[in-house]
């Protein structure tokens, strides 16, 4: 991973600013998605030392968003909050804040409540 370009590797898979939707045609993790609905990689992946359930979300062809949430730690459906505590230390290990932000775009640890999911989203300004 390569915060300061916005880099992120998933099991041999580079994403960065500007990938397309066509360069995911061309991965392993393609199995016919069409690209306008939120793709969820199939099973967990890894990123550094974290288990992941990792989607991604296109606009106009290009990745806008990869957002990831750490399996590492099975949390009951009340305690759910506590999982963004954990993103936010995942975060903080990595010499980030809670949200950070870059020339390529963003990192934040969200929590929804309608939805009671948190996750980290690493958020790119499309059309770079």
Not at 10 to 35: A, H
Not at 71 to 77: A, C, I, Y
């Amino acid at each position: 991973m390569n915060i300061k370009f916005g880099i992120i590797e998933i099991n041999g898979e580079v994403f960065s600013p500007g990938y397309t939707f066509e360069d995911f045609k061309n991965s392993s993790f393609y199995d016919g998605q069409d690209g306008v609905r939120i793709i969820r990689l199939k099973g967990t992946v890894q990123i550094i030392d974290n288990n992941y359930i990792a989607s991604l979300f296109f606009r106009n062809g290009v990745l806008y968003m990869l957002s990831i949430i750490c399996t590492d730690v099975d949390f009951q459906f009340s305690e759910e909050i506590k999982r963004k505590q954990l993103h936010d230390s995942i975060l903080e290990k990595n010499g980030l804040n809670a949200e950070s932000f870059f020339e390529w775009g963003n990192i934040k640890s969200i929590y929804d409540p309608k939805g009671n999911v948190s996750s980290i989203n690493i958020i790119y300004n499309v059309g770079m």
